[in-house]
């Protein structure tokens, strides 16, 4: 149902209880059968046959709709663009970019001279053709990431995903000759990281074979392995119980004292760091929330995400510390020395990532979800702070950089700016190296940042889009974007260059008079890991009490009406909007759900689910009474006023099981609402392995959307 303009916060009120009541109580028995089991089997012909009819079923649906044709070509045009800012990566003096365009949906792998690239110019040379290489090995390679043995930069690990799934392939390559290197380091498609010691030994955590996976599916045994010689005769460093996550080590080369850091991940956020020293793995007294970042000058580059007493030294939480391994070693060995604070936040200043190169350290933070970038240098004895002269709104993001020299690139943009690439030489200069083009008509559009109040009181910031004109009478078609968990923060993009947000939404909702909202709810990053922990396990609905105030501040506002108000959310944000599209349907006229979690009785039974527990919690114990409150496929029921749904996922994501989307449809569509389905078949994750694939799916959503919120 939709409620009309006005509604008294009392109203409001009333009818969410009501609806939460009839939501909580829909809960079915944990012991119910699952009468749609059978499509979690991925590759079963029986669910493959069901996927096929609905993909079937949604183009035909939504195909013939008269916007559909346009926002495909419209997506297609921006996201193939020839003046796309390139994504890049710095090896030594050269800039690496894989280009992809219509002729190559996969890409290819190229790189430019430093110099060139830095003057606008650059000179590409082709490194490697994944399409080229698709089509000779008759497999649909999706390059994940290059690996290269540093200072001088000549063989790099490549690992290459088929059709897009988080597991890869592992192959040595040679920079000098372009190609792969016969009998170099090779090891078959699994999930697995991979890093270089010297120029002939690698450290490398993979499926080594039976009992070798933890329970979440990732390597629970690193190893050192030495170039000729079998995998089978590799140095074991460190193994993990298979109740943990992962496990994985790094080697840092110090210009005294080489360092090789073991990090066993015990949950999705905590973890063990250990030193390997002498053959043995020394445990590092650092909080258990605790993420080192690099090692710079022989020193632990540590962010704490919980406050830490140590020595009779209180240090906050968010706080940037350099820590002395050895003046943290569990062991006798243990030496005193100075643990430094390089940077704390403060009520108004978050820290947001950091960077760790050779000498210097890069830190972003966010106030008020906007950016800003600082460099730390020695002074001396002490550490130099400065302020990049950058604009104060918009997304800063590191983009590459030199870690000997300290130069880098950055990456900055609005909702309705273009990204802007952006060079910082070693005398902070700031020089524009190129700006993308304008996909859409964004002086026509203004971003507004307004807040909430949830059902705590707690103020939920969020961005409106939407063109100059707009008139707040309640009927302009709006779409709220957000995630809301595992520390994810989202912050501002531009509207038409890429898939950060709500995919390229420029031409296909803003120019048509749509406007975008996007909520930074309770979970996320956004003001740092206590904001993020205040929406952990039992207190998850906080996110959701977050979303729906959002939604209800738009109607106050007349920015929009529930019929006219859509929401997306992926992942961890499909579950947020499947949760609410079930306990307030009075809120919204449309959903896209996006590779979500739905099903939480046995979300951690599902491919990497079980990695996921110290997020949401054990559904096999007590965690279980606060988990059904909102999971959404124990709490669908019959005969309710939900909104029409599309739900997308991937048949090859091996991260979130495609199992939850096709249960969900299917159970929905069995009570008879209106649902359109779309899984590709490849994609992995992110939904789509190619520019093709990803404009057929938004003009998918985009048609859905428009199609009900008009």
């Known amino acids: 149902m939709s409620i009309p303009l006005p509604i008294s916060a009392l109203v409001r009120a009333v009818v969410a209880s009501a609806l939460l009541v009839v939501y909580t109580a829909s809960s079915v028995s944990a012991n119910e059968a699952d009468p749609y089991v059978w499509l979690e089997e991925i590759q079963g012909d029986k669910a493959l046959d069901w996927v096929q009819a609905q993909n079937k079923t949604s183009q035909v649906k939504l195909g013939k709709h008269p916007l559909y044709d346009q926002i495909y070509a ?43 690239f830095k003057q606008g110019s650059p000179q590409w040379q082709t490194v490697l053709d994944i399409d080229a290489l698709s089509a000779k090995e008759n497999q649909n390679w999706v390059l994940q990431e290059m690996v290269c043995h540093a200072p001088d930069n000549k063989r790099c690990l490549v690992s ?16 000098e000759s372009m190609r792969f290197v016969k009998d170099g380091f090779t090891l078959p498609t699994a999930k697995m990281s991979a890093s270089w010691v010297n120029a002939d030994e690698i450290i490398v955590a993979t499926n080594f074979g039976a009992d070798s996976m933890t329970e979440s599916g990732y390597p629970r045994t690193v190893k050192l392995w030495k170039r000729g010689t079998p995998l089978t005769s590799a140095m074991p460093l460190f193994t993990t119980p298979a109740s943990s996550v992962s496990v994985a080590a790094q080697y840092f080369k110090h210009d005294t004292t080489p360092l090789m850091l073991i990090t066993e991940s015990l949950s999705f956020w905590s973890r063990r760091y250990y030193l390997h020293e002498g053959g043995k793995a020394i445990p590092l007294e650092l909080p258990d929330l605790a993420a080192v970042e690099g090692v710079v000058d022989g020193e632990l580059v540590v962010s704490l995400k919980r406050d830490w007493v140590y020595a009779g030294q209180h240090y906050k939480l968010g706080t940037v510390l350099l820590v002395p391994p050895h003046s943290v070693r569990s062991d006798s060995a243990v030496t005193k020395a100075k643990i430094t604070v390089l940077m704390e936040p403060d009520a108004t200043t978050v820290i947001d990532m950091v960077v760790v190169m050779d000498k210097t350290i890069l830190i972003t933070t966010l106030q008020n979800v906007q950016s800003q970038i600082y460099r730390f240098s020695r002074d001396g004895a002490s550490w130099r702070q400065q302020k990049i002269d950058l604009p104060a709104s918009g997304t800063i993001t590191f983009a590459a950089g030199d870690k000997t020299s300290g130069e880098f690139f950055v990456r900055y943009e609005g909702f309705i700016t273009p990204p802007t690439l952006l060079f910082i030489d070693d005398k902070l200069t700031v020089s524009t190296v190129r700006q993308q083009s304008a996909t859409f008509n964004s002086e026509a559009m203004k971003v507004t940042q307004y807040f909430a109040e949830s059902a705590d009181g707690t103020k939920v910031p969020y961005f409106v889009v939407m063109r100059k004109d707009t008139k707040l009478n309640g009927t302009n078609p709006t779409l709220m974007f957000s995630y809301g968990g595992f520390r994810v923060s989202l912050t501002p993009s531009y509207s038409g260059s890429y898939e950060a947000l709500n995919g390229v939404y420029g031409k296909a909702w803003l120019e048509r008079g749509g406007v975008f909202v996007l909520a930074n709810i309770r979970g996320g990053g956004e003001y740092g890991p206590a904001w993020h922990a205040a929406a952990l396990q039992e207190n998850k609905l906080r996110s959701y009490e977050d979303f729906e105030a959002v939604a209800e501040d738009l109607i106050k506002r007349g920015i929009t009406r529930a019929k006219h108000l859509g929401i997306e959310g992926r992942s961890n944000g499909g579950l947020l909007v499947g949760a609410t599209m079930l306990r307030r349907p009075d809120l919204y006229g449309a959903v896209i759900c996006g590779v979500p979690l ?63 989307a096709r249960k969900m449809a299917a159970k929905m569509m069995a009570y008879g609402y209106e649902v359109d389905y779309y899984e590709n078949t490849e994609g992995g994750h992110k939904g789509s392995a190619t520019s093709d694939q990803l404009a057929k799916r938004i003009a998918l959503a985009y048609t859905h959307l428009w199609q009900h919120l008009k």
Request: net charge negative.
């Open 74 to 116: 419209d997506a297609l045009d921006a996201l193939t663009r020839t003046d796309k800012l390139p994504e890049i990566t710095q090896r030594g003096d050269w800039i690496y970019y894989l280009s992809k365009s219509t002729e190559h949906p996969r890409g290819v792998l190229q790189r430019s001279p430093l110099a060139d």
């Open 160 to 175: 290459l995903s088929p059709g897009g799934t988080d597991a890869s392939e592992l192959r040595e390559f040679d920079l």
């Open 598 to 660: 739905l099903d939480m009785k046995r979300y951690h039974t599902l491919l990497a689910g079980a990695s996921w527990m110290a997020e949401y919690g054990d559904p096999d114990t007590a965690d279980w009474e606060f988990i059904r409150a909102y999971s959404p496929y124990q709490n669908l029921r019959a005969k309710m006023d939900y909104p029409p749904v599309f739900f997308f996922t991937s048949t090859l994501d091996d991260r979130v099981h495609p199992g939850h």
